[in-house]
């Protein structure tokens, strides 16, 4: 099942994508279900199966004001430094020798960072180091409790989306936490859709491709992580329980816009996009801030 948050009447809905349809699961299941994280907590896909082969749908695709596939999750949770050509990139730039990480590097985002498919990524008026980064996301589909082992970290899983996890370079490097370049409002872009697990067989073992006006900027597969989805669970459950509608960023790779030489930073008017094999194409125009 593909799955959309979406905004109507000024109040967030969510649905499942029939064809080039939407069929609102919010107004259907919302006296039980009125959030898609209720959704994705209370066996909202088994519910919601009979519904979506009946009915026709009740707003076309390509007309929503679509939100972040998640809109308020819990928590976010970011992977750094996860494929070895982005590490080497990036020793290259900032002189270091960094040889990636025994466990993995962590750090967050706050939903407030997040935006839509088809939506605007904003460039800000304090920086223009606006640059993409090409990431699997993970979203938790139940409880985790404490210290899952990375052979059952898969079965809490609900699902996978793209993410361009667009970031602000200078303001990652104004001290030792890299969090202020990683926040900026609407800047991590989510979708096109969110992909129940059920639909992706291998999520260890997709093509993903980030463009940029049309140009191949990064190229890997999730195979080529350091860390995988799975360890990743593993690790953070040692320290916290995950919840429904948590999000994991799984970490991008080489190629992305700091490294090259010369720079590329993305500007208003480009259009950037993130395939992923089995999920499909996250596009947004990057547009100036509007403050």
């Given at each position: 099942m593909?799955?959309?948050?979406?905004?109507r009447?000024?109040?967030?809905?969510?649905?499942?994508?029939k064809?080039?349809k939407?069929v609102d699961?919010?107004?259907?299941?919302?006296?039980?279900?009125?959030?898609?994280v209720?959704?994705?907590a209370?066996?909202?896909?088994?519910?919601?199966?009979?519904?979506?082969t009946?009915?026709?749908?009740d707003?076309?695709?390509?007309?929503?004001?679509?939100?972040?596939v998640?809109?308020n999750?819990a928590?976010i949770?970011?992977v750094?430094?996860n494929?070895?050509?982005?590490?080497?990139?990036?020793?290259?730039?900032?002189?270091?020798?960094?040889k990636?990480f025994?466990?993995?590097?962590?750090?967050?985002?706050?939903?407030?960072?997040?935006?839509?498919?088809?939506?605007?990524i904003f460039?800000?008026?304090?920086?223009?180091?606006?640059d993409?980064?090409?990431?699997l996301?993970?979203?938790i589909?139940?409880d985790?409790?404490?210290?899952?082992?990375?052979?059952?970290?898969?079965?809490?899983?609900?699902?996978y989306?793209?993410l361009?996890?667009a970031?602000?370079?200078?303001?990652?490097?104004?001290?030792?936490?890299i969090?202020?370049?990683?926040?900026?409002?609407?800047?991590?872009?989510?979708?096109?859709?969110?992909?129940?697990?059920?639909?992706?067989?291998?999520p260890e073992n997709l093509?993903i491709?980030?463009?940029?006006n049309?140009?191949?900027?990064?190229?890997?597969?999730?195979s080529?992580?350091?860390h995988?989805?799975?360890?990743v669970?593993?690790?953070?459950?040692?320290?916290?329980?995950?919840?429904p509608?948590?999000?994991?960023?799984?970490g991008?790779?080489?190629?992305?816009?700091f490294?090259?030489?010369?720079?590329?930073f993305?500007?208003?008017?480009?259009?950037?996009?993130?395939?992923?094999?089995?999920?499909?194409?996250?596009r947004?125009?990057?547009?100036?801030?509007?403050?």
């Open positions: 593909r799955l959309v948050s979406f905004e009447g000024g109040a967030s809905h969510y649905g499942a994508v064809g080039d939407v699961l919010s107004t259907r299941l919302g006296g039980t279900h009125p959030t898609i209720d959704f994705i209370k066996d909202g896909v088994r519910l919601a199966a009979p519904i979506v009946a009915e026709k749908g707003f076309e695709y390509d007309k929503l004001k679509l939100l972040p998640v809109p999750p928590h949770i970011c750094g430094l494929y070895h050509d982005h590490i080497n990139e990036a020793n290259k730039q900032l002189s270091r020798t960094d990636g025994e466990r993995p590097m962590i750090f967050a985002r706050w939903p407030e960072s997040l935006t839509a498919h088809n939506q605007p460039r800000p008026k304090v920086s223009h180091q606006l993409y980064e090409a990431e996301l993970v979203v589909g139940k985790t409790g404490r210290y899952v082992k990375a052979d059952k970290a898969l079965d809490y899983v609900f699902g989306s793209c361009n996890e970031c602000l370079r200078d303001y990652q490097r104004h001290s030792r936490q969090n202020p370049g990683k926040n900026f409002e609407r800047t991590g872009a989510t979708g096109p859709w969110l992909v129940t697990a059920d639909e992706i067989k291998h093509l491709e980030m463009r940029l049309g140009q191949v900027m990064q190229k890997a597969n999730t080529d992580m350091i995988s989805v799975a360890q669970i593993e690790y953070v459950t040692e320290w916290m329980p995950l919840r509608g948590d999000l994991i960023a799984s991008t790779m080489g190629g992305v816009g490294a090259r030489d010369p720079q590329v993305m500007k208003p008017g480009d259009v950037a996009e993130v395939t992923i094999e089995g999920i499909g194409t996250l947004n125009e990057i547009a100036d801030d509007r403050f």
